[in-house]
């Protein structure tokens, strides 16, 4: 394991050793799913990790966590692949980025002009970068935080949003910024933690006066196995008693994350016309996005998106609801509409 804490070393020798090499998790992952093969699989991966190999299996996991709700023995697998994993320096640099979305949009404005593969891959998924929306009401009782992603490529999104929270009479305050998910999954654990604290300070953390929104589930997610007390909007919606209509046939996406902790099966909750509602085959499976995943591991990325939106068109649904932007960029693959939930408001 390279450069790693001791205390992390520890806990990750802890979950290896759980593991019985049953193999239960393997048809819940979705890289051994779209390759068949051990390596890239979980139980490949641990027993790498065991082994001390640095095999490539390491490099293809999705961090989805999917392993960790399959598995009867109760393995920790995010422990294991934040300590065996650390960012090189371009992907040091990225997650700096994703801290500051400002320079997000600047940066990927200017790369996707550029000819190199990263340049293509971006164009590939993204239309067009926009400056993220800054907002401050004095003495807010709402701080909405949007997630990097969302702030730079779904800016209509947040637009939405924050009308729909000043209408029902809410002061309200942008917290742009990233919660560090994209840092635990490459490892950057000490990171990650820097960045929440920097996107949301512990004076705000510890308010009890203040209600703390966000519009990426899978940052919901993070946020609260960081402790935090932190509303999905669909969840904050649902509090107001607020529900929206769909109006065409429409499949719901359980982003990775939101689906460990349960987050995003409440979300038809909010939604009037559930006749419309049609289920899609494994709803949780990975989108193949993986945070920045697609942007480094093109051929087990584009493996997975087929499968995902293979899944998607066979619902027979004409607009996919997804509370993630990662899992947005990739959905939008199927060549449905994809929206978010803030999208109807
Ligand atoms: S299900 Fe759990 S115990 Fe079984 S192989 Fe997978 S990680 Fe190991
Ligand atoms: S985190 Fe996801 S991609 Fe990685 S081993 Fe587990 S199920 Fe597979």
New binding site residues.
Partial sequence: MRGTQRSDTIESEREVN?????????ESCPTYVVTRSEVHS??GR?LSVKLGLDAEGIETCMYCRR?EI??????K?DKIITTARRPDAFKKLMLKTLERPRLLYLGTSAVMKGNGRLSYRLRDFIASPEEPLEHEEKDPDVYLIPGCITSTFFRGTVEKALRFLQEKGFRVKILNGCCGLAHYSEGDVKGGDEALNKLVPSHIKSSGKVTLVSLSSNCTAHMREKGMNVMDFHEFMKSMNYHVRIGNKFTIHYPCHANLLGITKSLADVISDKENMVQMDDPSFECGAGGAFFLFNEKMSDLVIEEKNRKVKGSGAEIVISTNPSCSLTLKKSGKKVLHIADFL
């Fill in positions: 759980k593991c019985v090499h049953c193999g239960f998790c393997l979980p139980r641990i392993c399959a598995c009867p023995s109760g393995v697998y």
